[in-house]
């Protein structure tokens, strides 16, 4: 497909948060050949010519962590703390599931990701065969990591999985990773390690969700969670972590010396009452940061403005002070940060060259207007609303309510009607 969208505004986020206004951006196939002023309305080879009537086109969000196919447990089990939500509720019926279960709840997520102008995900769940069937049928970017522990995705089952995907549908690819120290016995981290140094390739695990995450591998090992994996080499090619939490001063050390990129997930962890990250203390040490919704089991939406928003707010109210974490900035993790963590170099702004994966934000709603300054409406005032329409690698996959993922969105609904109603 070709595509020409004229008479937009354009935020790049090649550099600034400035908008170009009364732009122009062309894709041909699957990259963007040109983004300026108007100048190709007379070239006869476009497959589709939009008005984007001065509406904003801007790169999509990356949600950098998330797990897709637990959909079904939307407000299935909530109200629990972390350690109860995990072994009471989740755990048991994900026992249950079977890679079709999967592969239809993760289309569930998709629909959701679109209409929230997501156009990646970092993704961790139990059958990534069928993840990234998903994505592939549907069309979404996707970035899938190891959620290896004792009791699933073995070490040899990882490595297999790393050289498949990473040489399939361009669509989709794999990194290494881990669920948890709690949930791996050393030898097994041990393990992973040798894997990341064969490959030279970096490691994801949740890290210093709760504070009794910490206390308890200070209790086994003498060591917080990340001082842990370091002194396994888990962290020597990079990497990063979800939640980061509860971050020590050495922590904080490691992560800034090893390169690592911390996934904020301030939803979840509100929801789960796991804490507040120290987003300001991580911003001044230099540490490089990314948004991530969580699973839509303990968030439980996959809204990007929700999380932008909190990411902001909950640091101003922990600091008590309404001039930190700049929205800007908060704009910026969730778009270049979260492509930067997923090693998604050609999705990180909008620049010739660089894949055509573009979100169009209704600027003609009551709550983007006035025009004041676009970039901060987005996170103080934006929703999903505003979302007119999702392009990934040079194809609209949701435009003003309709989806295009090959699939009838009413079938998905019913499969995963029917998998939560057998699994209530």
Same mark, same amino acid.
């Given at each position: 497909m070709n595509t020409?969208?004229?008479?937009?505004?354009i935020l790049t986020m090649d550099g600034g948060m400035d908008i170009m206004e009364e732009g122009e951006l062309c894709v041909c196939g699957n990259t963007i050949s040109y983004i300026g002023k108007e100048e190709n309305k007379d070239k006869t080879d476009w497959d589709r010519q939009i008005d984007v009537k001065g509406n904003l086109l801007m790169p999509g969000f990356k949600d950098a962590h998330t797990h897709s196919g637990m959909t079904f447990l939307r407000s299935m089990a909530d109200d629990l703390p972390l350690d109860r939500w995990l072994n009471e509720q989740i755990f048991p019926r994900e026992a249950k599931l079977s890679s079709q279960d999967i592969k239809m709840c993760t289309k569930l997520a998709i629909l959701e990701y679109l209409s929230s102008g997501i156009t990646a995900v970092f993704d961790m769940y139990l059958t990534p065969e069928s993840i990234d069937e998903a994505c592939i049928e549907s069309g979404m970017r996707c970035v899938q990591v190891g959620g290896m522990?004792?009791?699933?995705?073995?070490?040899?089952?990882?490595?297999?999985?790393?050289l498949k995907f990473n040489s399939g549908n361009p669509l989709t690819s794999y990194m290494l990773g881990y669920h948890a120290e709690y949930t791996c016995s050393k030898e097994l981290l041990e393990g992973l390690s040798k894997l990341s140094h064969k490959y030279n390739a970096p490691v994801y695990a949740h890290n210093s969700e709760t504070e009794s995450e910490v206390k308890g591998c200070i209790e086994r090992h003498g060591m917080t969670p990340t001082q842990f994996a370091d002194s396994l080499g888990l962290f020597d090619h990079g990497g990063g972590g979800y939640h980061c939490v509860y971050l020590s001063d050495d922590d904080i050390r490691i992560f800034k010396e090893r390169g690592l990129y911390i996934v904020l997930n301030p939803g979840s962890n509100t929801k789960l009452a796991s804490g507040i990250a120290d987003i300001?203390?991580?911003m001044d040490a230099g540490l490089?940061?990314? $948004?991530?919704?969580?699973?839509?089991? /303990?968030n439980n939406c996959l809204d990007m403005f929700r999380e932008m928003f909190l990411v902001t707010g909950l640091s101003k109210l922990k600091e008590k002070d309404a001039s930190v974490v700049d929205a800007d900035e908060v704009l910026a993790m969730a778009v270049k940060g979260g492509a930067q963590a997923m090693g998604l170099k050609d999705c990180d702004c909008l620049k010739e060259g660089k894949k055509a994966d573009i979100i169009m934000?209704?600027?003609?709603?009551?709550?983007?207007?006035?025009?004041?300054? $676009?970039?901060?409406?987005?996170?103080? /005032?934006?929703?999903?609303?505003?979302?007119?329409?999702?392009m990934i690698d040079g194809n609209i996959r949701y435009e003003?309510?309709?989806?295009?993922i090959g699939q009838d969105p009413r079938e998905i609904y019913k499969y995963v009607n029917d998998l939560a109603e057998r699994l209530r």
């Open positions: 020409r969208f004229y008479n937009a505004r522990n004792n009791f699933s995705q073995s070490l040899d089952e990882q490595e297999e999985r790393y300001r203390k991580y490089k940061l990314a $948004i991530g919704t969580d699973g839509p089991a /303990s934000i209704d600027l003609d709603t009551p709550n983007m207007q006035p025009l004041n300054n $676009i970039s901060k409406n987005i996170v103080y /005032s934006g929703s999903k609303m505003n979302v007119k329409m999702t003003d309510g309709i989806y295009d």
